[in-house]
């Protein structure tokens, strides 16, 4: 591994060596400004060198330069990070070779917003505590269980100081107010159902997410991820959606027959 041993000036430097940057050009920069383009410290920056995330700079005498297939790779890592793998699962999933990165971000981009709620609604801590009915000592208890539920999340104060949360699945936080008005249920009940149930679906979402790396992901890489074959790929996955949906919609239902048909029989037999 290379370690760069660029100025701490963060000057972008005028040229480079072929290669450095985007094809026809020559845009390279030292490592603290590709810490600033990324939001990424260069502490950080050389871990994912040392992990093999990240592919070395170009040496200029003793002096490292990057160019935009870092930056590149740098976001790439980003959203597979936001997506909840492992660095070490990352770096197994890429290669030295950075030529194909756009598409797979492009990819992960496709795949994220295929399966991501629609736009999170930004509301005030007030307005919670007044649609869940909650009282002040349980309020900050049951704040704290939908952030790490990931319900919710932090957002900037209101101009006026207000303190603000975002909703990040708006219609699943609909549905734990319905279940405490269908119910009878108070918030930290209504909070435990959609905990119960966000661990079902998770379940359900880990048996398709392995189907689909074992039976597309792995074969396409293992063919070298040939561009042509990039469309397929992205393909496979809305179609995999689809079929998550219907199955686990007719499945659900097959499940809710039987089990209303035994409960029912042990209530009136009993």
């Given amino acids: 591994m ?28 030292v490592v603290e400004e590709l810490a600033r383009r990324t939001g ?3 502490r950080s920056l050389r871990s994912y060198q040392s992990r093999r995330l990240l592919p070395p700079p ?9 160019g935009p297939e870092h930056v590149e790779r740098v976001r790439l890592v980003q959203q597979l990070r936001a997506a909840g793998l492992k660095l070490d699962g990352i770096a197994r999933m890429l290669d030295r070779d950075t030529t194909a990165d756009g598409q797979l971000l492009a990819f992960t981009e496709h795949a994220r917003g295929m399966f991501s709620a ?3 609604e930004v509301t005030t801590l007030a307005d919670l505590v007044d649609r869940f009915r909650l009282q002040a000592d349980d309020a900050g208890e049951v704040l704290a269980t939908a952030l790490r539920l990931g319900l919710v999340r932090e957002a900037p104060d209101a101009a006026d100081g207000e303190p603000q ?4 699945a708006p ?8 279940a405490m008005r269908l119910l009878g249920l108070d918030a930290p009940g209504a909070l435990d159902l959609l905990e119960r149930l966000r661990r079902h679906a998770d379940g359900v979402a880990k048996l398709y997410v392995e189907l689909f790396v074992d039976r597309v992901w792995q074969p396409f890489v293992d063919a070298g991820k040939p561009a042509v ?12 959606r689809q079929l998550a949906t219907r199955a686990l919609q007719s499945t659900f239902d097959l499940a ?9 029989g042990e209530r009136l037999l009993g």
């Fill in 118 to 120: 629609p736009e999170p």
């Fill in 229 to 240: 074959a990039w469309p397929d790929v992205e393909q496979a996955l809305d179609d995999l």
């Fill in 256 to 264: 809710m027959v039987t089990r209303v048909d035994r409960v029912l």
């Fill in 165 to 168: 949360v975002e909703v990040v």
């Fill in 2 to 29: 290379v370690h760069d041993t660029s100025s701490p000036s963060g000057e972008t430097a005028p040229a480079g060596p072929a290669g450095a940057g985007e094809p026809g050009t020559d845009e390279v920069f």
């Fill in 171 to 178: 219609a699943l936080m609909i549905a734990g107010e319905e």
């Fill in 40 to 42: 990424v410290s260069v």
């Fill in 58 to 66: 170009h040496l200029r005498g003793r002096t490292g330069f990057y």
